[in-house]
C-alpha cells in the first residue's frame, strides 16, 4: 500500500519547508517529538493538572497550526487587494502558501472585521482552525459556511428590558448586520457566504419559565423578517433540524408545541455531555468563564419579576437565595449551552463557528449583531431595546432607561423601538411614518390610514432637508406628483441655493447609449466609483468688491465648490437587484476605522487625482477629511480610482501624496463595507435628499436595455 503523503505548513522559519512532503510514519515520528517538546514546555509553566489535555493541544496547535491536514486542491490564484488596515496589526500566523490560502485569509480578515474578541486575548488565537475550513470552500468553489447560535426568545423582563415576546427593531438590524457580513464577503469572493442561525430558544427556555410557544412565535416571526427582508444570506435551524427529524419543513405551530419538550428531551440524550462539570469548566475554561459572566449579568435582571424571583422573597436572605438561583441556573445553561453546541457542531460540521458570547477567538469568533457608536455597552437585540438617535444611530438600551427622553413607536401595532423626542421629526398637517434603514438613511411615507395619497406639492420639504442634515440619505415614499417635472424644480428651489450646470438646473441621468472615451458615464449603464459631486466643479474666486481675482500670470483663482445636497427623483427604475446607489457614511466610516489608523492620521493626509477622457483633471493637494460646515463633524472625501478594466469612459488614479499608498486600498474597503454603506433599492417616484458632505455615493450597473431614469439637482 503506498504510504500517505501530506503537506506540513512552516510555522516559523527551522521547522519545515512549506513545500516538504512526509509520509504516514515520518509523520507520526515528528508529531511525538512535538509532543515531547510540548511537555517540556509545560513543565516551565504552573498549570491546573485537569486541563493538561487542552494546554498540550494549544501548544501543538499554536507551534504546528495545521499539522495533521492533507493539502487541499489547487485552485486558480486570484489577483485582489490586500487588507493592509488589518495586516497591520495582526500577529504573524504560519499558514500553507496554496492559491486558495490567499482569499481564505481575506475573507477570515472580513469576518474578524465585524468581529469583536476580547482585548489582551490574541484575536487570531484560532486562525489556524478557521483557515483550513474556508479554504476548502474556496477550492469547491462554494459559499463559506458560517453557523451562529441565537436569536432564542425575548428577555421575560419586558417591564425594564425588552418590549414584549416578538422580534422588533432590534433583530431587523442583527439580521441585516449578519447579512451583510456575507454581502461585504460577497466583494471579494463571488460565492459568498452563508450564516446558519440556530435558534436555541427550546434549550433554555425552561429554565428561565418561557412558555413553548412564545419560542415557536419569535422564532417564526424571525424567518418572516429574513423572507421579507429578502436576506438571502441567512438560513435557520430549530432543535428540531439538529436531531435530524424528516422534513420539518412543513411542521405546524400546534406540532411543535405538542412535542416541543420531547425534542428537549431528546437533544440532552443525544448530545449531553458525559461526565462535564460545568463549575470545572467555568474555573478552566476562559470561554466558558466569560459566558457564565455574561449569564449572571443578564439572568439577575431578566428573572426580576419571574417565579425565580417571587420565590426567594419567601426565604431568608432573598438577596442570597436570589443569587445562588440564579447562579444554579447559569451553571445549568453552561451544561444545556455544551449540549447544543455538541449538536450544532455535528450538524454543522466545518462551518466557521460565530458567537454572540464574548471569546478569546480560539474556537470561536465573536460577532456583535448591533454594534455600538463610541464603544458603548453590546446588548444581544433579545435582552434589550433599540433607541434611535437623531443622528439615525442605533443604540442598545434598557426600555426603562430610555422612556423620560424618548418616544416608544409601534409599527404594524407592535412595539418597535423608541425615538429620541426632537421636532426634527413632526411634520405638520401631513401625517408620516418612518423607517430606519440599515445601516444608514430614513424612508418617510404617509400614516398609515391617510386619506388620499399626500402631494409634494403640499408637502413642507424644508423638514426633509432638516432630516438630510443629520441622517442621509432622506427618502420620500409614497406621495404624489413627485414625477411632476416643474414641481420638482420649484422644490429644489425651497431647499437652497440652486446649483445650476452648464446645460441647466436639472440633469436626466440615464443611459445616453454612447461608448467612446470622452463620453461622461454618469449617463451610462456602467457602475461607477464612489465619490462625491462636485470633485471638477470650480468657481473662480471673487475679492471683496466682488471681482474675480487672478494669480501673478493673470488667470483666474479658482477653488473647487462641491453642492452641499443632492435631490433626485426616481422617474423610472431598473430591473431589480440592479442599478442600486450607493450611499457611504462618514459617521460610520469613523466608527468602524480599524487600528492602526486614526482621525488624526488621515486628516492629515492629502491626495491627487489623475483623471482622462470626459473631466481630463489633474488635482493635487487635496484633503481626505473635510470638516461638516453645520455640524463640524470629520466627513471623508474621495473619488474611487477606477482603472480601463472597470470603465469604457474616463479613468481615474488616485496617489497619496504624503503617507503611504495602503491608505487607498483602506478607504476603498471600508466605503463598501456594509457597515458603512446603503445599498439603495430605488422605487418609481422616490425623492431622495442627500447630504453631499457627509455622505459619499456610487451606483451599481445595470441592464442598458431598460429605461432607468433619475432626475438630479444640486444646491447649496
Not at 461585504?184 to 419559565?209: H, R, W
Not at 444554579?328 to 449538536?343: D, H, P, V, W
Not at 454612447?514 to 451610462?524: F, G
Request: neutral net charge; glycine residues 6%; proline residues 6%.
Amino acid at each position: 500500500m503506498a504510504a500517505t503523503t501530506m503537506i506540513l505548513p512552516s510555522p516559523s522559519p527551522g521547522y519545515f519547508s512549506p513545500s516538504s512532503t512526509v509520509d504516514a510514519k515520518q509523520f507520526a515520528a515528528l508529531e511525538q517529538k512535538f509532543d515531547t517538546l510540548v511537555l517540556q514546555l509545560q513543565k516551565l509553566l504552573p498549570r491546573n493538572a485537569s486541563s493538561e489535555s487542552a494546554d498540550r493541544d494549544a501548544f501543538k496547535r499554536h507551534l504546528l497550526p495545521a499539522a495533521a491536514r492533507p493539502s487541499l486542491p489547487m485552485s486558480p490564484d486570484i489577483s485582489l487587494p490586500g487588507t493592509p488596515a488589518l495586516d497591520a496589526q495582526l500577529p504573524s500566523v504560519a499558514v500553507p502558501e496554496r492559491a486558495g490560502s490567499k482569499i481564505a485569509l481575506q475573507i477570515l480578515d472580513i469576518i474578524q472585521r465585524y468581529g469583536s474578541n476580547v482585548a489582551g486575548g490574541d484575536p487570531w488565537a484560532g486562525k489556524a482552525k478557521f483557515v483550513p475550513m474556508v479554504e476548502a470552500y474556496v477550492a469547491k468553489n462554494e459559499p463559506v459556511q458560517m453557523v451562529l447560535p441565537a436569536f432564542p426568545f425575548k428577555s421575560p423582563n419586558r417591564k425594564d428590558k425588552t418590549l414584549g415576546h416578538l422580534p422588533d427593531l432590534g433583530e431587523e438590524i442583527g439580521l441585516q448586520h449578519l447579512n451583510g457580513l456575507c454581502e461585504s464577503i460577497a466583494e471579494i469572493y463571488q460565492p459568498a457566504a452563508n450564516v446558519v442561525i440556530t435558534s436555541d430558544g427550546l434549550v433554555y427556555n425552561d429554565l428561565m419559565g418561557i412558555e413553548d410557544s412564545e419560542v415557536w412565535d419569535y422564532s417564526t416571526a424571525l424567518r418572516n423578517i429574513i423572507e421579507t427582508k429578502e436576506l438571502r444570506h441567512l438560513k435557520t435551524l430549530r432543535i428540531i433540524d439538529l436531531l435530524n427529524h424528516e422534513d420539518t419543513s412543513k411542521l405546524t405551530r400546534e406540532e411543535y408545541l405538542v412535542h416541543a419538550s420531547c425534542y428537549r428531551r431528546e437533544l440532552v440524550a443525544k448530545y449531553g455531555p458525559r461526565d462535564f462539570n460545568s463549575r470545572d469548566a467555568v474555573r478552566n475554561d476562559n470561554d466558558t468563564c466569560m459566558t457564565y459572566k455574561g449569564y449572571i449579568k443578564f439572568l439577575t435582571l431578566d428573572l426580576m419579576y419571574s417565579k425565580v424571583s417571587a420565590l426567594t422573597q419567601s426565604q431568608t436572605n432573598p438577596k442570597k437565595r436570589y443569587k445562588e438561583a440564579i447562579e444554579n441556573i447559569a451553571l445549568k445553561m453552561i451544561e444545556r449551552g455544551k449540549t447544543s453546541a455538541t449538536a450544532i457542531e455535528a450538524k454543522c460540521e466545518n462551518h466557521v463557528r460565530l458567537s454572540i458570547h464574548p471569546s478569546v477567538g480560539q474556537t470561536k469568533l465573536s460577532v456583535p449583531l448591533i454594534p455600538q457608536p463610541n464603544n458603548g455597552p453590546i446588548m444581544t437585540p433579545w435582552h434589550c431595546s433599540v433607541a434611535v438617535g437623531i443622528d439615525g444611530s442605533f443604540k442598545t438600551v434598557h426600555a426603562g432607561d430610555v422612556k423620560e427622553t424618548h418616544d416608544l413607536i409601534y409599527r404594524n401595532g407592535q412595539p418597535s423601538h423608541f425615538r429620541e423626542r426632537s421636532d426634527i421629526w413632526d411634520f405638520g398637517d401631513t401625517k408620516v411614518e418612518f423607517e430606519h434603514l440599515y445601516p444608514t438613511g430614513l424612508i418617510v411615507r404617509p400614516a398609515a390610514g391617510s386619506q388620499g395619497q399626500p402631494s409634494l406639492r403640499d408637502f413642507d420639504i424644508m423638514k426633509l432637508r432638516k432630516l438630510a442634515e443629520v441622517q442621509s440619505p432622506v427618502v420620500l415614499r409614497g406621495f404624489a406628483d413627485t414625477n411632476n417635472r416643474e414641481l420638482f424644480i420649484n422644490k429644489s428651489y425651497e431647499l437652497g441655493e440652486v446649483l445650476p450646470w452648464t446645460f441647466g438646473v436639472l440633469q436626466d441621468v440615464q443611459d445616453h447609449k454612447k461608448n467612446d472615451k470622452l463620453h461622461n458615464n454618469v449617463v451610462s449603464d456602467e457602475a461607477m466609483p464612489m465619490h462625491y459631486d462636485g470633485m471638477f466643479k470650480f468657481v473662480t474666486k471673487k475679492d471683496e468688491n466682488g471681482n474675480d481675482m487672478k494669480d501673478e500670470q493673470g488667470n483666474d483663482i479658482k477653488f473647487q465648490k462641491p453642492p452641499g445636497f443632492q435631490l433626485f427623483t426616481s422617474v423610472t427604475t431598473a430591473p431589480k437587484g440592479t442599478g442600486y446607489t450607493l450611499f457611504a457614511a462618514s459617521r460610520l466610516f469613523w466608527q468602524y476605522l480599524p487600528a492602526p489608523y486614526t482621525l488624526e492620521r488621515l486628516e492629515a493626509a492629502k491626495w491627487r487625482m489623475d483623471n482622462d477622457g470626459f473631466w481630463d483633471a489633474k488635482i493635487k493637494d487635496l484633503p481626505l477629511v473635510v470638516r461638516h460646515p453645520k455640524t463640524n463633524a470629520p466627513c471623508v472625501r474621495w473619488h474611487q480610482p477606477w482603472d480601463a478594466s472597470k470603465t469604457k469612459f474616463s479613468t481615474c488614479k488616485v496617489t497619496i501624496e504624503n503617507d503611504s499608498q495602503d491608505i487607498v486600498d483602506l478607504v476603498d474597503q471600508m466605503l463598501y463595507d456594509r457597515r458603512v454603506c446603503l445599498w439603495f433599492t430605488w422605487e418609481q417616484g422616490d425623492i431622495l435628499l442627500s447630504d453631499n458632505t457627509a455622505m459619499l455615493h456610487t451606483r451599481s450597473s445595470f441592464d442598458g436595455s431598460c429605461e432607468r431614469e433619475l432626475w438630479r439637482i444640486h444646491f447649496d
